[in-house]
């Protein structure tokens, strides 16, 4: 397939590449600084996402057979960055006519209010008492900001009128890939505390031709 990995350079985006590449994919990196991806076999766009437009990110998904976005802030610096960058890639779909959309939200994005669903839900029903009254409230606090923000891009993507995939991961890792992990729909999962960077990306890849994951939110977890 042709794939178009956006943020490539970033934890999960570098997982997404490493991956489409050994599974002999022809893919297209979508990148702020080149530099830091080294080198690769392929294609890579220099794109800065807080900026970018629709035409300038139009060749890099034209002809795609999938796009994969790892895009998100790191750090206070680059907030508002998923909003942003992801209303541009949807615009830069559409002109291009290509249809799906894979993307990495987070866990606890389904009780964060937004423009487009102001009145969400105060629990997940799939978290257990540790994560919905003691973990989950926390790190809502501390990343208050960036799941606005991450909330926000939702927004653009439920409403783009592609054929999209929202993935929410709880706490990332740096672990290797498993493939052993668990998924469920539209909640996030008991138990689920965490997920490898490298797990999260499998999902995605494995997700790009399955018909039951499009127009769906995934939750994700060891």
Known sequence: MKLTVVAASGGIGRQLLEQALAGGHEVTAVVRDPGKLGET???VVRADLARAGTEELRAAVAGADAVL???????KAGLG???TGTRALVEAMRAAGTRRLLVVSAAPIGTVASPGRPNPPRHDPGEGAVMRYVLTPVVKRVLRAHYADLARMEDVVLAGGLDWTVVRPPRLTDGPLTSDYRIAYGQNLRRGSKVSRADVAHCMLRSIDDPDTVGRILGIAD
Do not use: I, K, N, T
């Open 41 to 43: 076999s392929a294609r």
């Open 81 to 83: 960055v998923a909003e």
């Open 69 to 75: 976005s790892g895009l998100g802030a790191v750090g």
